[in-house]
Antibody, heavy 124, light 107 residues
Framework: QVQLVESGGSVVQPGRSLRLSCEAS????????MHWVRQAPGKGLEWVAV????????YYTDSVKGRFTISRDNSKNTLYLQMNSLRAEDTALYYC?????????????????WGQGTLVTVSS | EIVLTQSPATLSLSPGERATLSCRAS??????LAWYQQKPGQAPRLLIY???NRATGIPARFSGSGSGTDFTLTISSLEPEDFAVYYC?????????FGGGTRVEIK
C-alpha cells in the first residue's frame, strides 16, 4: 500500500534553516509528481510546492519563492523540502502528497495520498 | 490566484441527514475541482476529483456536482464517521488553492 512518511520537523529560530524529508513506498515513486502542502495550527490547507516526477520542473507558492527548495532523489524514493530564512508564518504541519495524475494532468493535484505530516515551529 | 469560498462555515446535522456543502470559485474552473475530508489529527483524504469522480474506496453516499464556478459536495445520509472538516481544491490555474473549509458537526 502507498505510504508517505515525513520527518525533519522541529522547533527552529526565525532566520534559520531546516530540511524536511518524505520517504515513499508502495508505488513507483519515480513516475509521480510530488507536492508539499502545509497547515498552520487550527487553520486550513495551503499548497507549498510541486516537483515533476523526473525533477525537471518545480513550482512554488509566492510566499516561499526564493526561500524554499523542493527536490527529490528517485534512487532513494525520497522527497525533500529545504527551508531557509524561516519566518514565524512558516509555522505549520507540513504534508507531502502525491499528485494523482488523473485525467488531464496539470501537476496541480488532486492529491491522492498524503503523509501524516511533520511539524515545523518557527519561534525565538 | 483563484479564490475558493466554501459555505457554510459550519453545518450542524444529525446522523442520517443529508449534507450539502458549497464551493464557489472566483473564476471558472471548468471541472477541475476536488473535495477532501479531514478528521482531527489526521491527514486530508481525497473524496472527489474533477467535480464528480469518486476516489478509490470512497462510499457512494459521497457525490460531487457542478461546473464553472459553483460546486457542491453532497453526503446523502450522514454516518457517524462523516463528521469532519471538508475542503475543496482547484487545479485549473497556478497556484493550486484550497477553500477555507466547512465543518460538519453533530447537532
Amino acid at each position: 500500500q502507498v505510504q508517505l512518511v515525513e520527518s525533519g520537523g522541529s522547533v527552529v529560530q526565525p532566520g534559520r534553516s531546516l530540511r524536511l524529508s518524505c520517504e515513499a513506498s508502495g508505488f513507483t515513486f519515480s513516475e509521480d509528481a510530488m507536492h508539499w502542502v502545509r497547515q498552520a495550527p487550527g487553520k486550513g490547507l495551503e499548497w507549498v510546492a510541486v516537483i515533476w516526477s523526473d525533477g525537471s520542473n518545480t513550482y512554488y507558492t509566492d510566499s516561499v519563492k526564493g526561500r524554499f527548495t523542493i527536490s527529490r532523489d528517485n534512487s532513494k524514493n525520497t522527497l525533500y523540502l529545504q527551508m531557509n530564512s524561516l519566518r514565524a508564518e512558516d509555522t505549520a504541519l507540513y504534508y507531502c502528497a502525491r499528485d494523482g495524475g488523473f485525467g488531464v494532468v496539470t501537476y496541480r493535484g488532486p492529491f491522492d495520498y498524503w503523509g501524516q505530516g511533520t511539524l515545523v515551529t518557527v519561534s525565538s | 490566484e483563484i479564490v475558493l469560498t466554501q459555505s457554510p462555515a459550519t453545518l450542524s446535522l444529525s446522523p442520517g441527514e443529508r449534507a450539502t456543502l458549497s464551493c464557489r470559485a472566483s473564476q471558472s474552473l471548468n471541472r477541475f475541482l476536488a473535495w477532501y475530508q479531514q478528521k482531527p489529527g489526521q491527514a486530508p483524504r481525497l473524496l472527489i476529483y474533477d467535480a464528480s469522480n469518486r476516489a478509490t474506496g470512497i462510499p457512494a453516499r459521497f457525490s460531487g456536482s457542478g461546473s464553472g464556478t459553483d460546486f457542491t459536495l453532497t453526503i446523502s445520509s450522514l454516518e457517524p464517521e462523516d463528521f469532519a472538516v471538508y475542503y475543496c481544491q482547484q487545479r485549473t490555474n497556478w497556484p493550486p488553492t484550497f477553500g477555507g473549509g466547512t465543518r460538519v458537526e453533530i447537532k
